[in-house]
């Protein structure tokens, strides 16, 4: 199991209008329904609100996180992926055992995404792919030759992104159609 979790939670919400960790799903902010999944693998987490350097995507939130945790493999989250489960990062993180030096992504259709288990011998690359403006993951997983795991086709629902209000309107849907299959979390305490 990888040694730490983190959600990135930082995006621009282009899509959406509005920040998507606080959007509620089935009553339940999407950002608790990722921090339910991290419970229940007992790894520690930390949700990450902003990177070291804006505007890089998603490879700025993983520079971020390998800058602040010194852990050899991160699990990297996005905070819009509601559906995921345990099984989903097992299977991840049995692919690419801490020892072996590897990082280990999903791969749904052909496009890598997120979850995605990054070890930090891919460091450096990442580095230069970020100082040669290469800010894509889907590159990034090819030049680490990522291991990928190809999500079959009874699973692809658990990997849904909610990015625009359609796909929330579909993700509510799922909860309908679904819910023997879901355990919709309680929604976590504010502080404040």
Excluded at 1 to 30: N, Q, T
Excluded at 98 to 123: H, N
């Amino acid at each position: 199991m990888p040694e730490r979790a983190v959600v990135l939670a930082g995006g621009r919400s282009r899509r959406m209008g509005r920040d998507k960790s606080s959007i509620r799903l089935a009553g339940v902010p999407l950002l608790d329904w990722v921090l339910s999944l991290t419970e229940g693998l007992d790894i520690p987490t930390h949700v990450l609100t902003q990177d070291r350097v804006s505007g890089l995507g998603p490879l700025g939130g993983v520079e971020t996180a390998c800058d602040r945790f010194q852990e050899q493999q991160l699990l990297f989250l996005s905070c819009d992926m509601p559906f995921l489960n345990g099984e989903v990062i097992r299977r991840l993180a049995e692919a690419a055992p801490p020892l072996r030096g590897e990082s280990a992504i999903y791969s749904v259709a052909g496009r890598v995404g997120f979850p995605f288990l990054f070890d930090r011998s891919g460091l450096a690359l990442l580095g230069k792919r970020l100082e040669a403006g290469q800010r894509s993951l889907g590159g990034l997983a090819t030049a680490l030759s990522c291991l990928q795991i190809e999500v079959s086709g009874h699973d692809r629902w658990r990997f849904a992104n909610v990015n625009t209000p359609t796909e929330l309107d579909d993700a509510e849907t799922v909860c309908l159609e679904r819910a023997a299959e879901l355990v919709i979390p309680k929604p976590q305490p504010q502080v404040g």
